[in-house]
């Protein structure tokens, strides 16, 4: 599937103004550092603060309060890590896979076992042939009417939105992410149990110094809250109306960055702690662009700002989106 993806890539008849992207490409080991600085010195800061609170016997509340914006720390180190997998953050390669690897264990996500999905989903987004890897499962209306009755219970329940959303969070970066993807290579299994072992390792170091009820009262709402924004942040870059989708023969990459990918238009702040992930058009056209790359490119390329905006308010209509109907060619919901 992938390999199909990139021949097809590889063979695209790109326009002029594409080759300007590889202008923004040049990563900066001063930006990167920055943006580590400034993402988890306020989460660490924020944990001592919850780890003090509940210590004091505080009502719990202000500890929840407090895990919402660690949350969106944790959100911003996620992109952080994400950047680390596309080899975009740093300048070096060994620098980008020590982060990664350091920044996976605080998001509960190993490196390497993400970046090969991640890499394929990359390779086959949009294309209705390439489905599995990466992405949120949709199936097409003509597979779900003629899917047996189980089958058809069993993919409502997984897009109703308190699953997907809610506990759908708690399931991928608790539970999921704890096993390699399926296909994956001897090195991406290794990396989910360094992970896994690690995790382990601060876990007891936690129960050793703040105690174990502490530990949990703060990082299961922190990794919840996370994942609930993260899921919906990955939702909406490729689940909107007018989004883009095609069988294998007549995939387009240029189309399937700039109509599968949504530009999901966020408030400064917002923007801020998703690291610029709501280019994410941009992203797909050209994965090697650092975060804190990518509002200049797309203030330099008009063919860029072209892309229609997805506001919050509009964004929150995709969540009634269900199938893809091949003849209509257009997300819908159930029949």
């Known amino acids: 599937m992938v390999v199909s993806g990139k021949r097809k890539a590889e063979g695209q008849a790109w326009p002029a103004w594409h080759a300007t992207l590889r202008n923004y490409r040049n990563p900066s080991a001063w930006k990167a550092g ?23 016997g505080y009502f719990y509340g202000l500890t929840l309060a407090l895990a919402l914006v660690a949350a969106l720390f944790l959100v911003r180190i996620f992109i952080l890590f994400h950047d680390c997998v596309h080899g ?78 809610g506990l759908g969070a708690l399931f991928s970066f608790l539970l999921r992410f704890r096993l390699p993807v399926r296909l994956s290579e001897r090195k991406a299994r290794a990396s989910v149990l360094f992970t896994n072992l690690l995790i382990v390792v601060i876990v007891l170091i936690a129960a050793k110094t703040i105690g174990l009820r502490t530990y949990l009262l703060i990082q299961l709402p922190v990794i919840w809250f996370a994942g609930l924004m993260g899921v919906w942040l990955f939702y909406v870059q490729h689940q909107f109306e007018g989004v883009y989708w095609a069988r294998r023969q007549a995939w387009d990459a240029l189309r399937a960055a700039m109509e599968g990918s949504s530009y999901y238009d966020l408030p400064p702040v917002l923007r801020w702690f998703s690291a610029n992930i709501g280019y994410h058009h941009i992203h797909h056209l050209s994965p ?46 159930f029949p």
């Not at 920055?34 to 004091?56: E, H």
């Not at 890897?133 to 939105?161: C, N, V």
């Not at 905006?309 to 995709?318: C, E, N």
């Open 34 to 56: 920055g943006q580590l600085a400034n993402t988890l010195l306020p989460y660490i800061g924020l944990w001592w603060l919850m780890i003090g609170a509940i210590r004091a």
């Open 288 to 333: 090697r662009i650092p975060n804190y790359r990518l509002k200049s490119c797309y203030d330099a390329v008009p063919a860029l700002r072209n892309k229609p905006a997805l506001a919050i308010r509009k964004s929150l209509s995709g969540i009634r989106l269900k199938l893809w109907d091949e003849k209509q060619n257009q997300l819908v919901g």
């Open 88 to 165: 975009s953050l740093f300048p070096g390669s060994r620098v980008n896979t020590f982060f990664g690897h350091a920044l996976g264990v605080l998001v509960f996500t190993p490196f390497d076992d993400w970046r090969y999905s991640h890499l394929r989903h990359h390779a086959s987004y949009a294309n209705l042939d390439a489905r599995g890897f990466g992405d949120i499962w949709t199936m097409t209306r003509t597979e779900y009417e003629q899917a047996s009755r189980a089958k058809r219970w069993s993919y409502r329940l997984y897009r109703h939105p308190l699953v997907l959303f």
